[in-house]
């Protein structure tokens, strides 16, 4: 199973920036799907989470009303829309699969991850 992440650049305090995560190997619509975010010398930290039919999400209250989870089935594919974008968002996002069916911020139920994309967010 791979998990490729893409989509993450330097960007100005207050603006948007759409990530995706493709995958390949493995039955994509089986998993629900999460983004994490890492800084250097912190834990990684749950952002959202998607079930695997999309029909429910769950969001970190960090990110809550700013940052959108969906998926599109068909195309493998998750993405990780952020809006409002603040400094404090400035880490490497990691897209993550779960064996589960319901979205989920556990970091032990997902055993596939990608090498992440690094959004960087200037004030």
């Known amino acids: 199973v791979q998990l490729v992440e893409s989509g993450g650049r330097l960007v100005q305090a207050g603006g948007s920036l759409r990530l995706y995560c493709v995958v390949s190997?493995?039955?994509?619509?089986?998993?629900?799907m999460g983004w994490f975010r890492q800084v250097p010398g912190q834990e990684q930290e749950f952002v959202a989470s998607?079930?695997?039919?999309?029909?429910?999400?769950f969001v970190a209250d960090s990110v809550l009303g700013r940052f959108t989870i969906s998926r599109d089935n068909a195309k493998n594919t998750v993405y990780l829309q952020m809006s409002t974008l603040k400094p404090e968002d400035t880490a490497r996002y990691y897209c993550?699969?779960?064996?589960?069916?319901?979205?989920?911020?556990?970091?032990?139920?997902?055993?596939?991850w990608g090498q992440g994309t690094q959004v960087t967010v200037s004030s």
């Open positions: 993550a699969a779960s064996w589960f069916g319901n979205p989920t911020s556990r970091l032990r139920e997902y055993p596939y």
């Open positions: 190997g493995g039955t994509f619509s089986e998993w629900a």
């Open positions: 998607i079930s695997r039919n999309g029909g429910d999400t």
